[in-house]
């Protein structure tokens, strides 16, 4: 019978520390200090700041509406917040956001990068006021006419960095970046195409950016159909250039004038 008593007391005893130690562990996210907390909500981005998490109290939503944690604006892919069974509510939820995101950045934006969503008409609000935009990513579902970029990016004097992936490039267009975003240093180009059977090369885009923006650090041209051509001007004419990103570029052959050897100068490089 005592044997019993103890081991019931004995049981009792571990399910009082147990409950204490659990006790302990619980954490109260409101006591937080601001300073941690606004480094949570850096962690979380501007997508989920504004759908999620600013309505969890008052502290918190005040806390959301800091300028500096709308610096960047960055919406992969994969974002499931605008992926709607209902395509016109998930285009509906993504123009409500970005809207109030611009208006939280408080014109201290200086990162967009989205793959899907944006429109032309939204990009154009946010450059058509005085902004501090250095770096810029368009994905290819981005819909956008050659106008609409040419009025965008007459409108960023500070880029420093452009990454495009439309697929469908002009000469002029490399003449126009080069000429309005004096700063750039970094360019990425993705193109549709990554067939060697390609029947058009694109040695003309290599000549337009060689030309005109020589002060490049690094600079991809990803599935472009260019030729040995376009990649000797590449190498002729960047003095700065450090990475180069040549992936998928079907129609190059590392012979002769444009030799591995002098591929391989680069601190970077990928094919």
């Known amino acids: ?26 954490r109260n996210w409101l006591d937080l200090p601001t300073d941690v907390m ?7 981005g501007p997508v989920e700041i504004i759908l999620n998490a600013q309505y969890v109290c008052s502290l918190w939503r005040k806390l959301a509406k800091e300028p500096h944690l709308f610096h960047a604006i960055i919406v992969p892919h994969h974002q499931h917040h605008f992926h709607c069974c209902n395509e016109a509510t998930g285009l509906r939820k993504f123009d409500m956001f970005f809207e109030e995101a611009i208006v ?52 960023l004097p500070l880029l420093e960095e452009l990454d495009v992936g439309n697929g469908f490039y002009t000469c002029h267009q490399f003449e126009v970046i080069s000429f309005f975003c004096p700063k750039l240093k970094h360019l990425r180009v993705e193109y549709y195409c990554g067939s060697p059977y390609e029947p058009r090369d694109y040695d003309e885009h290599a000549f337009a950016i060689a030309k005109n923006m020589p002060h490049l650090h690094s600079l991809h041209l990803i599935r472009s159909a260019m030729t040995n051509k376009g990649l000797q001007a590449i190498q002729e004419g960047f003095p700065k250039l450090k990475y180069l990103d040549l992936r998928s570029c079907f129609k190059l052959t590392l012979d002769g004038d444009v030799s591995k050897k ?7 490089i990928s094919f």
């Open 1 to 26: 019978m005592s044997k019993r008593r103890n081991n019931t007391f004995g049981h009792q005893l571990t399910k009082n520390k147990r409950r204490k130690t659990t006790k302990k562990e619980v």
């Open 38 to 44: 606004l480094l949570i909500f850096m962690k979380l």
């Open 104 to 155: 939280r950045s408080c014109g201290q934006l200086v990162k967009l990068s989205f793959e899907n969503f944006l429109t032309q008409e939204l990009l154009l609000q946010v450059v058509s006021k005085p902004n501090s935009l250095k770096s810029l990513r368009i994905g290819m579902e981005v819909g956008y006419s050659l106008n609409g970029f040419f009025e965008i990016i007459k409108r």
């Open 262 to 268: 002098r591929v391989c100068r680069y601190r970077h």
